[in-house]
């Protein structure tokens, strides 16, 4: 993974290239804060942190701000500008497009036409491997935590990081984290994501590669985190496709394919597309020497 952190301050960018042996991908969307000055239209200010999806829009910026506010009805009245060039925002555009995290609301004294934004799952109970791994690779912003190593700025500030897939290898594992700690305490992420069996393509997420996997096997857990079982299901590629579960000393074959894609996936192992073969036509060359 290449992993490229720029500062928010000079703009100094750093990039590191780190070797993963699996994908960890989470099943929750990622927070970000965000410091909202808002501006009645009598000219009182007041100041307020408010969290939402660092995946939503700017309106849904505003609405998060709204549902702690005592009139909701200010949808429809407020337009959001940046606190640094005082530039009018679309409420459609994404909020990884803003660079800082301190917003302005400026309520009007005429309603605009708008409509409410469609609300963002914070847990929702089926997702896709696509937006896990969108998730994965979306811009994090770290907040004063970051210690620019530019000459001219030498002190901890704001940074933006954002990962990208440097090389993809042969074989691709990608680790559902479905375990997760929560007030000090283990519990599981019950949600299903569905995965692709064939045709896994990652060429949008990589650096110009053009790379599409084919699912070659599942690691399953059921249960709970204290009391689990774990199971496999892997594919037998001849003359024929087929797939079979291996449950302890039970080997059993699977009677569909869309069987293979459950709630209790934890671990996927891809095979990118013609690697397969090409193994296949070098153990036949050397094997004919």
Partial sequence: MKSITTCLRCNHTTTKIERLQFLPLPLSQQQRVFTVEFCSKNGHRSQSNVSVFASGRVEHLVKAFLDKHPRPDLFERIIVQTTLTEESLDLN?????????????????????????????????KITLYECLREFISKEYLDD?????????????????????????????????????????????????????????????????????????????MGSISNGHYTAYARVKTSTDRWYEFDDAVVSAISSNSDVVTANAYL??????????????????????
């Fill in 93 to 125: 555009s994404p909020l990884y497009m803003l660079t800082d995290s301190k917003v302005r609301f400026i309520e009007q004294k005429k309603h605009l036409i708008r409509t409410q934004p469609i609300q963002l799952d914070m847990n929702p109970k």
């Fill in 145 to 221: 935590s970051w210690l620019c190593e530019q000459n001219t700025c030498r002190r901890k500030t704001k940074a933006v990081k954002q990962l990208q897939f440097h090389t993809l290898p042969p074989v691709l594992i990608i680790q559902l984290k479905r375990f997760v700690s929560q007030n000090q305490r283990q519990k599981k992420v019950k949600t299903f994501v569905e995965y692709p069996i064939d045709e896994l393509d990652l060429t949008d997420l990589s650096a110009s590669q053009h790379a599409i996997y084919d699912l070659i096997s599942v690691s399953n857990h």
């Fill in 268 to 289: 996927l192992f891809y095979m990118k597309r013609n690697y397969q073969s090409r193994q296949n036509s070098q153990h036949y060359r050397e094997s004919s020497v």
